[in-house]
């Protein structure tokens, strides 16, 4: 039902604001000649990448992820979080990766710049990018928080840019979506657009919440052509029940697989802190809430998808701690994280590893265990471990793939892998706890900092995969659940198995790297 049309001048291409956009990008001072090769399978962007002394030009992380893809490409915008943010000077504009594989990564710089403090993109905020003829459109959050904007002008809009070739993009100075009468400008943002074949228009969502009562929705806007930059608003696609009780439905995403619509938004408020997932056979509803809707912990967040036009994949990062160490608190951005979905045959999702980053790993590396306690047998790659025990192994590597097929021998007591093991003893673990239907990761104080739902049963075998960078380890089960998680100097320091009273068995581990 329509309640409301909004009208953007119709002359969107006029008086435009242009983007800077310079051909070779700064990485350590020196010029790259436009790109640079990354290294890490969860890139972060590199430091100095303009060069120069400037502050803000110095080391900065991955925060959230536009992707999008197009001529065998996926072009992965995001949100830079700078590590030193100069005061006066905005934040968050968007940066690129560009990758034709998953596994490696181009860098390549600034795409969109924040605006002055007068302007409403002074921060820049979420958005997403559709093709409609030979333009592109990328869409986004202004921001803006500075009290003296905010005497004429809400926190939170909706903004354009337009671009041909995804390298140069223009500011359209003209355009604004603002919230309607009934919702709240103080959060209205992450526009997420594409074309809604049912509608045969394109369909716009963006997070905001009833104004008054403060109650979570996508509201959803509609527009025939968005050259006209004419949107109108219907109904929200979607309102968060009182059971649910989410403050804001961030980055929304919606997506058709087979017989299914998914629609895929973050929260970061509530008991349950990540990325959810619904699914209905109509993109109007209702809307089904899956028994285990979590794609991931709490580590892995503002995931949005892009798809090949054979594989859908989902695009998120894992927070980064400060201090940098297991203790610390998280943090807002971090590096980029990558899963594959599948679809089940009851139409719910599952999420694994992409094919080509196991491909990565082909270099085994025996394995060699430097200490156990407890009762722990072994035979070649082939573990028991009867009640408190451990085995431990040889630090791991800065690149390392683990697999193991596993099964606990009752369901009070908990069994799992460790990491990060110093000479105190203390470790991170990741565990399986039967008792508490989850899987969980506590860090060496024994906190838990990062679970998932998982149901499981006794004597049952389990494959598992491990595929750790650096300090980002992400523990895939089932070949449909997956942890995301955040383990400093995992690389340096011994890993293991361990059981906390259970009868573990652990049969085929095999550790590998890359060449």
Same mark, same amino acid.
């Given at each position: 039902?329509?309640?409301?049309?909004?009208?953007?001048?119709?002359?969107?291409?006029?008086?435009?604001?242009?983007?800077?956009?310079?051909?070779?990008?700064?990485?350590?001072?020196?010029?790259?000649?436009?790109?640079?090769?990354?290294?890490?399978?969860?890139?972060?962007?590199?430091?100095?990448?303009?060069?120069?002394?400037?502050?803000?030009?110095?080391?900065?992380?991955?925060?959230?992820?536009?992707?999008?893809?197009?001529?065998?490409?996926?072009?992965?915008?995001?949100?830079?979080?700078?590590?030193?943010?100069?005061?006066?000077?905005?934040?968050? +504009?968007?940066?690129?990766?560009?990758?034709? +594989?998953?596994?490696?990564?181009?860098?390549?710089?600034?795409?969109?710049?924040?605006?002055?403090?007068?302007?409403?993109?002074?921060?820049?905020?979420?958005?997403?990018?559709?093709?409609?003829?030979?333009?592109?459109?990328?869409?986004?959050?202004?921001?803006?928080?500075?009290?003296?904007?905010?005497?004429?002008?809400?926190?939170?809009?909706?903004?354009?840019?337009?671009?041909?070739?995804?390298?140069?993009?223009?500011?359209?100075?003209?355009?604004?979506?603002?919230?309607?009468?009934?919702?709240?400008?103080?959060?209205?943002? +992450?526009?997420?657009?594409?074309?809604?074949?049912?509608?045969?228009?394109?369909?716009?969502?963006?997070?905001?919440?009833?104004?008054? !009562?403060?109650?979570?929705?996508?509201?959803?806007?509609?527009?025939?052509?968005?050259?006209?930059?004419?949107?109108?608003?219907?109904?929200?696609?979607?309102?968060?029940?009182?059971?649910?009780?989410?403050?804001?439905?961030?980055?929304? +995403?919606?997506?058709?697989?087979?017989?299914?619509?998914?629609?895929?938004?973050?929260?970061?408020?509530?008991?349950?802190?990540?990325?959810?997932?619904?699914?209905?056979?109509?993109?109007?509803?209702?809307?089904?809430?899956?028994?285990?809707?979590?794609?991931?912990?709490?580590?892995?967040?503002?995931?949005?998808?892009?798809?090949?036009?054979?594989?859908?994949?989902?695009?998120?990062?894992?927070?980064?701690?400060?201090?940098?160490?297991?203790?610390?608190?998280?943090?807002?951005?971090?590096?980029?994280?990558?899963?594959?979905?599948?679809?089940?045959?009851?139409?719910?999702?599952?999420?694994?590893?992409?094919?080509?980053?196991?491909?990565?790993?082909?270099?085994?590396?025996?394995?060699?265990?430097?200490?156990?306690?407890?009762?722990?047998?072994?035979?070649?790659?082939?573990?028991?471990?009867?009640?408190?025990?451990?085995?431990?192994?040889?630090?791991? !590597?800065?690149?390392?793939?683990?697999?193991?097929?596993?099964?606990?021998?009752?369901?009070?007591?908990?069994?799992?892998?460790?990491?990060?093991?110093?000479?105190?003893?203390?470790?991170?673990?990741?565990?399986?706890?039967?008792?508490?239907?989850?899987?969980?990761?506590?860090?060496?104080?024994?906190?838990?900092?990062?679970?998932?739902?998982?149901?499981?049963?006794?004597?049952?075998?389990?494959?598992?995969?491990?595929?750790?960078?650096?300090?980002?380890?992400?523990?895939?089960?089932?070949?449909?659940?997956?942890?995301?998680?955040?383990?400093?100097?995992?690389?340096?320091?011994?890993?293991?198995?361990?059981?906390?009273?259970?009868?573990?068995?652990?049969?085929?581990?095999?550790?590998?790297?890359?060449?």
């Amino acid at each position: 039902m329509k309640i409301k049309n909004i009208i953007l001048g119709s002359s969107i291409f006029f008086s435009l604001l242009s983007c800077s956009q310079n051909d070779d990008t700064y990485i350590g001072g020196s010029i790259s000649g436009g790109e640079s090769s990354i290294a890490s399978i969860y890139p972060i962007p590199p430091s100095q990448w303009m060069g120069g002394k400037d502050p803000y030009y110095s080391a900065g992380y991955t925060g959230d992820i536009m992707p999008f893809f197009d001529s065998g490409k996926f072009h992965i915008y995001f949100l830079h979080d700078a590590q030193n943010k100069p005061a006066g000077k905005g934040f968050h +504009d968007i940066h690129e990766f560009q990758t034709t +594989d998953l596994a490696h990564f181009s860098y390549n710089g600034q795409m969109i710049p924040y605006g002055n403090a007068d302007e409403a993109d002074f921060g820049v905020g979420t958005g997403s990018v559709v093709k409609v003829g030979n333009t592109y459109y990328f869409y986004y959050t202004g921001h803006n928080a500075i009290p003296a904007f905010l005497e004429s002008n809400p926190r939170e809009s909706v903004l354009c840019a337009t671009s041909t070739d995804l390298k140069n993009w223009t500011k359209i100075s003209n355009f604004k979506i603002t919230a309607p009468a009934g919702y709240l400008d103080f959060d209205f943002r +992450d526009p997420h657009v594409f074309f809604n074949e049912e509608l045969n228009k394109y369909s716009m969502l963006v997070s905001t919440q009833t104004d008054p !009562g403060r109650k979570a929705v996508l509201l959803h806007f509609t527009c025939s052509n968005p050259a006209t930059g004419n949107w109108e608003v219907q109904v929200p696609i979607y309102t968060t029940t009182a059971e649910e009780n989410y403050l804001m439905m961030e980055c929304a +995403d919606v997506f058709k697989m087979g017989n299914y619509w998914y629609l895929l938004f973050s929260e970061n408020w509530g008991n349950s802190k990540g990325t959810h997932y619904r699914m209905a056979t109509s993109l109007n509803g209702p809307w089904i809430n899956p028994a285990q809707d979590m794609i991931d912990g709490e580590y892995f967040y503002a995931a949005k998808t892009a798809s090949d036009g054979n594989k859908r994949y989902a695009f998120g990062w894992t927070a980064r701690k400060s201090p940098q160490n297991d203790a610390g608190n998280k943090e807002w951005a971090g590096n980029m994280v990558i899963h594959q979905i599948s679809q089940n045959t009851d139409g719910t999702l599952s999420f694994l590893a992409p094919q080509v980053v196991k491909e990565l790993f082909t270099k085994e590396i025996l394995l060699e265990s430097v200490n156990t306690t407890g009762t722990v047998s072994e035979n070649n790659a082939n573990f028991q471990l009867s009640g408190n025990a451990s085995v431990d192994f040889k630090a791991a !590597g800065k690149k390392a793939k683990i697999n193991a097929t596993i099964s606990l021998g009752n369901t009070t007591t908990s069994a799992g892998f460790k990491f990060e093991i110093n000479d105190a003893g203390d470790y991170y673990k990741i565990v399986l706890e039967p008792e508490n239907n989850r899987i969980a990761a506590y860090n060496s104080a024994m906190q838990l900092v990062a679970q998932i739902p998982f149901a499981i049963a006794e004597d049952v075998n389990y494959e598992v995969e491990l595929i750790c960078d650096g300090s980002i380890c992400t523990f895939y089960i089932g070949g449909n659940k997956v942890l995301s998680n955040r383990i400093y100097s995992r690389e340096l320091h011994k890993w293991g198995l361990l059981s906390e009273g259970n009868q573990f068995k652990v049969s085929n581990l095999t550790l590998k790297t890359t060449e």
